[in-house]
């Protein structure tokens, strides 16, 4: 990022999570950040928190931020670009595609080349200004769709923009953006919430045999159905297209479980396409994904417990590379699995054994990368 491309006067319109969480990147940067917000209450909470001050945007601002619901975001970044005719125009909605076309159909003169769509690949379970975080888009992908009729220098400060607050800018087309992220986060977010629907009238003493491989599939269910309503309506046909797949697989695995003639094969063919698929998500850092191996260790629920073990790890001189908890049920204690490079774990298993800690008779290897789900002990099965 060049210093130069960065605006020094940027103005968010939206303060919830996104917007606040930008405001608040762009201030540690340097910027002069104005913050508006039809909620007049989360604007004075986003100000508050150091997102920016809430005010009017300045004559000579150079970048405004629309953080608006999808369903406004196409009117909300056309009055900016009437409002501000001097600025740049970007939004961090979910969804570009169907947002371009209406931007384009209400734009006129040079209006639509000032706008150029992005999405930041981040966000939280929990909406709104309180819970945004400054480092909430360190090291997450930044989406940003321009095309060869799109002003340079503008394109750089969007850019720069994202780079400041700590993202990877990736430069897609919209229709490409629209259908790759309705199979890496909209559709993921149905399937979520059905998964979790059907524990509503399951018994209480039957969901406490849930494991961490439940909670892994619902964790994403706890998400703001007002917003990802709009997300979903945004974004309705690539979303559909991918459920309609799933749903043709969901048919064959159901069809399968009369167990007659083949059935076993199309399960166990259904689990090893999902094992290629998960092969296929980056690992650590963004890297191609990698082997670890996996060592489980039990760990006392008290103040304390999980600093002493990482002092531990650290003193033996092995890297954590990623980690898993599991709370047991009824009881005050759960199983923390440690992954670490395949050579380290013997030294790990040794080295936490000598030093009290209580493991597993054996490490485990997670052969589909660092973070699969995972159910640590066979009562999850």
């Not at 006067?9 to 913050?35: E, W």
């Not at 056309?78 to 371009?100: C, E, F, H, M, N």
Request: charged share 20%.
């Amino acid at each position: 990022m060049s210093r130069a491309d960065l605006p020094h006067r940027v103005h968010i319109v939206g303060a919830g999570l996104l917007g606040t969480s930008v405001g608040l990147g762009l201030t540690r940067a340097g910027c002069a950040v104005t913050l508006q917000d039809t909620s007049p209450t989360a604007g004075r909470l986003a100000a508050d928190m150091g997102a920016g001050a809430l005010s009017d945007p300045h004559p000579d601002t150079e970048l405004v931020v629309v953080a608006a619901p999808p369903d406004v975001a196409a009117d909300v970044i056309v009055d900016q670009l009437r409002a501000l005719p001097q600025a740049t125009v970007t939004d961090v909605a979910s969804v570009k595609g169907t947002i371009l076309d209406r931007v384009r159909a209400a734009s006129a003169g040079d209006e639509l080349d000032r706008y150029i769509g992005s999405h930041p690949m981040a966000g939280r379970e929990r909406s709104g200004a309180v819970s945004a975080r400054v480092d909430l888009f360190e090291a997450r992908p930044w989406v940003v769709c321009s095309d060869d009729d799109t002003p340079p220098a503008r394109l750089a400060q969007v850019v720069a923009v994202a780079e400041a607050v700590g993202a990877t800018v990736l430069h897609l087309e919209p229709e490409f953006h629209d259908s790759s992220v309705a199979r890496v986060s909209h559709a993921p977010q149905v399937l979520a919430s059905l998964m979790a629907a059907q524990l509503i009238e399951m018994p209480v003493d039957g969901i406490a045999l849930a494991g961490q491989g439940l909670r892994d599939v619902i964790r994403i269910a706890a998400s703001d159905p007002g917003l990802w309503t709009q997300i979903l309506a945004g974004n309705a046909s690539e979303v559909r297209d991918v459920l309609t797949g799933v749903r043709a697989d969901l048919d064959a695995v159901i069809g399968a479980l009369d167990l007659g003639p083949g059935g076993y094969a199309t399960i166990a063919q259904a689990i090893a396409a999902g094992n290629e698929g998960h092969q296929r998500v980056p690992g650590k850092h963004g890297q191609q994904p990698v082997v670890y191996g996996i060592v489980t260790v039990v760990v006392g629920d008290e103040p304390g417990g999980l600093a002493r073990l990482f002092t531990d790890v650290h003193q033996l001189g092995i890297n954590v590379e990623d980690v898993r908890i599991d709370h047991a049920t009824g009881h005050r204690l759960g199983s923390l699995d440690i992954m670490v490079l395949p050579d380290r774990v013997q030294d790990l298993v040794a080295g936490l054994s000598a030093r009290g800690w209580r493991l597993p008779d054996q490490a485990e290897t997670d052969a589909t990368g660092p973070v699969a789900p995972h159910d640590s002990g066979p009562a999850d099965g």
